[in-house]
């Protein structure tokens, strides 16, 4: 099977058109309010218009969503989670900024990175603007949930950041070793880590803890978010090899160019002979310049007769499974309303999108 | 004169001894602070040795030193003020580590930068990581100065990280746009934003406000940090040039080969004929590598020759003198303590020190 062919792969748990009005309402709420808090006294051409960039650059809106609707789940006011979902959001921005020259990539969204276009040391310094911002947005906090929440959420932001920049230099670290003596246990780690917190977990805590959850009802998240941001970072990682440029906005299979470690990588590095894997990991430790698109096609290749993407696909939906079962568990005491249905609907998202 | 030549040029208005060995004690309680804040359970090799390399170096510890005296004059106590001096000691850090990057640098602090030591990869990420060790520190102010100054003080922390990322944007516009057609204004407004916040008026104000100061108290330490930061930069400027690398710390002349803007270098670009200067830009205007060791002693000898170095001295002192002028008048009110003598003599210290 060509690995380029798209195809449904379970029937759907939800109305498709739905779901992605949701996520586009929520996302346009952040990036409304994101914009708002972009000081315009910024120098605009060294600045302003970079911090800017991907934000309005078209995206999913995963975080306010999550944030939001575990919000109004609680019987929340969309609202009041409004400044720290801006906050999330922008956060993520920052750290793809960052994250696309650390990795040295080259499309962010379908256009040039950032430092693509402006040079790495403004792009770096528009990272740290972006992450200051958030700061604000905060602040801003201490007048619309109150002191305490405000302080807790700042807790929670804190501890998101860190895990964040923990799995990053764990991500770094096995580049900088040219280290490829990976299980999927270490993937999960450093996935959790570095994706996990930031896009799922910490979003449903903030409106957890927003929408007046208390602490033992905020602790589920943990493990749904855990299952739902590894399914999501799978099928983001299948999307990269599989999707068409155009539809996917990042460079095709920019991940094998750059060398990232996932789950079908490590399942083909554990799963061919000796020689096929010597000269897989002399392709993988060669500079994005030096591979050529034969080297990369031929890892592909060898992902497609070794079974590498089916096997990512079934870790992918086998962590959604188990997101739903802790909806269903765990988190049953949350009543039924349409904030819950979009945060189940959610997981078979995530797994089944085509961007 | 010879611009390696380092000699005293006014009598100093205080105890040497005294005032190094009051930095001492201020820097060793905020590093020490500061080293206690990064989570053992940090990566090593990839993020937590990183994270200390640059703090753990020899350093003035002026901020520290500006925040807790500051706390001091007005009555509070040392220990008050000691998680925002180390947030604020960790913050220039981490500044430090992304600057390097941006501008190419060589050596910090006597040895090599960072990302010289461990590519802008992990580089960048350790400074990520910096910044949000700080945030912890504050969130543990809510502990020790309660709610409304932790707040405060947040406020502050969110202005002058801002103020810093505006500066080096735009020194950096102008580096990217290979842009000289400067004036002295241009380079002060540029220096507040980008190291007169967080180096003098930042630190002043949120060691004010620990102390209990009223907010038209703390108001003066604006032009005060503003006057003051400014003769710290420009004197850093100077022993950039003069300095011997063992003394200083970083490469000699480092600022040449960088093409950074400073007072002697606009003073030589308006004093100059117009040969010189087509000349002297198209220097500067090269990268490091294609620079050589003629060109950049042909820009000191110009400087010397045109006095650029003594001007800037000059204005170093002029700025100084109404850093003290502040002290006696708007900042008058502050009762005579040690801590408020440490403060004036800091400001002759800084057009003063050698290092």
Redesign the interface.
Known sequence: MSTTELRPVDSYGYDEDWLEQRLAEYKALAIEELVRRV?TS??R???RDLVLEYPLRPGKGLRPALCMSTCEAFGGRRDSALFSAAAIELYHNAFLV?DD???DSLLRRGLPTLHAQ?????A??????M???T??AL?DN?NVVG?DRT?RI??E??WM??KA??G???E??W??NAFWDLTEKDYFMMSLKKTGWYTCISPCRIGAIIGGAAPHQINPFNSFGYHLGIAFQIQDDILNLRGEQILYGKERAGDLWEGKRTVMLIHLLNNCNQKERRHLVSILNKRRVKKSASEVAWILDKMDQRGSILHAEEVARRFARRATEIMHTELCFIPESGAKALLRALVDYVVHRKL
Not at 124 to 129: E, L, Q, S, T
């Open positions: 000081p910024l120098p051409t060294t600045l960052h020259i650390e990795d402006y040079g790495i040391p403004l770096i310094n528009a990272g740290d603007a992450n200051v911002l700061l604000r602040l201490f002191v302080q700042f807790e932001i804190e950041v860190l920049v923990e990053q230099s764990l770094l670290g580049v900088r």
